[in-house]
């Protein structure tokens, strides 16, 4: 099992940059996909960024591709999130995902990981 805290999040305005982290505890984290998830209000949670277990495959939403990049530390059991070139519809809680995986791949679907986060908030200002 894994536990996930983010931090990071604020207020940031448009155009700026921000980078959120993800700790997980326990000793098998490079055993683990991670994925980065986000929720605006009113809308459902939505898929942002993958990074599989290595660290060498990544997967981007449409939406944030080359301004959004995902990286981790599997020596500091951590996965970042580096947000560029921030937009007022980037304004969401941003959560992290874990998944143990057997294979070096990425997941995308919300529905296949079985550890969130309790989320952190990142405001957008215009």
Not at 10 to 25: F, I, P
Not at 53 to 59: A, D, N, V
Not at 106 to 120: A, C, L
């Amino acid at each position: 099992q894994v536990q996930l805290v983010e931090s990071g999040g604020g207020l940031v305005q448009a155009g700026g940059s921000l980078r959120l982290s993800c700790a997980a505890s326990g000793r098998t984290f490079s055993s683990y996909c991670m994925g980065w998830f986000r929720q605006a209000p009113g809308k459902e949670r939505e898929f942002v960024a993958a990074i599989s277990r290595s660290g060498t495959k990544t997967y981007y939403a449409d939406s944030v591709k080359g301004r959004f990049t995902i990286s981790r530390d599997n020596a500091k059991n951590t996965v970042y999130l580096q947000m560029n070139s921030r937009k007022p519809e980037d304004t969401a809680v941003y959560y992290c995902a874990a998944e143990q995986s057997y294979s070096d791949y990425v997941i995308s679907r919300g529905y296949e990981y079985d550890y969130w986060g309790q989320g952190t908030l990142v405001t957008v200002s215009s």
